[in-house]
Nanobody, 135 residues
Framework: QVQLVESGGGSVQAGGSLRLSCVAS????????????LGWFRQAPGKEREGVAT????????SYADSVKGRFTISLDDSKRTVYLQMNRLKPEDTATYYC????????????????????????WGKGTLVTISS
């Protein structure tokens, strides 16, 4: 079973930056991450969970929510089994608990579609890390 552990959350002022990390451990028949489509999701208080970014581990272009395009970057360090979410020019509306999750899908196109979902079908989840942005 793969475990995912997020870190890097915290409180910063608007305009600041944070880098979230998600470390994968354990063994899975679905690979080092328990899937080939890696994603970051977030849930703000009183709101539904939303997909922030997804990354197909076999290459290609990551997918981002419109609200974070140009500000957030998802990346992977396979040697460390770690997925990152670099968040720049943070806004108060970015305040949320951020989760990493993985799923096995058949194509990069489907991984991109996953970004636009709430992640209900993801196979593995971390417990989340809280990001608070003050104005």
């Amino acid at each position: 079973q793969v475990q995912l552990v997020e870190s890097g959350g915290g409180s910063v002022q608007a305009g600041g930056s944070l880098r979230l990390s998600c470390v994968a451990s354990g063994v899975s028949y679905s690979g080092n991450y328990g899937g080939n489509c890696l994603g970051w999701f977030r849930q703000a208080p009183g709101k539904e969970r939303e997909g922030v970014a997804t990354f197909w581990i076999h290459g290609g272009v990551p997918s981002y929510a419109d609200s974070v395009k140009g500000r957030f970057t998802i990346s992977l360090d396979d040697s460390k089994r770690t997925v990152y979410l670099q968040m720049n020019r943070l806004k108060p509306e970015d305040t949320a608990t951020y989760y990493c999750a993985t799923i096995t899908v058949s194509s990069e196109a489907i991984c991109a579609v996953v970004q636009g979902t709430r992640g209900d079908r993801m196979d593995h989840w971390g417990k989340g890390t809280l990001v608070t942005i003050s104005s």
